[in-house]
Nanobody, 117 residues
């Protein structure tokens, strides 16, 4: 079992930056991928970015490509999401997730990101 705790959310003006962190504990060697998802009010949760634990290969949603960067520090069991050039439409509750057996099925509690115009 893996436990995930997000941090780093907050209020920022459009064009600003934030860095989210996700600290993992437990059987961290059992997951193959870590990812970030987000859910805005009244909308479904959507994929943002993911990174492979061993190879470091990354993938992004088209809406964040070129603005967001996902990275990992395996020694610290931590995954980061650097968010630059933030837009009001990036406002959402951001969740960290771990993929066991190829499916994202372990979730953190979420951290709120609010971007003001």
């Amino acid at each position: 079992q893996v436990q995930l705790v997000e941090s780093g959310g907050g209020l920022v003006q459009a064009g600003g930056s934030l860095r989210l962190s996700c600290a993992a504990s437990g059987r961290t060697s059992s997951y193959g991928f870590m990812g970030w998802f987000r859910q805005a009010p009244g909308k479904e949760r959507e994929f943002v970015a993911a990174i492979a634990r061993t190879s470091g290969v990354t993938t992004y949603a088209d809406s964040v490509k070129g603005r967001f960067t996902i990275s990992r520090d395996n020694a610290k069991n931590t995954v980061y999401l650097q968010m630059n050039s933030l837009k009001p439409e990036d406002t959402a509750l951001y969740y960290c997730a771990a993929a066991l057996s190829g499916t994202f099925n372990t979730w953190g509690q979420g951290t709120q990101v609010t971007v003001s115009s």
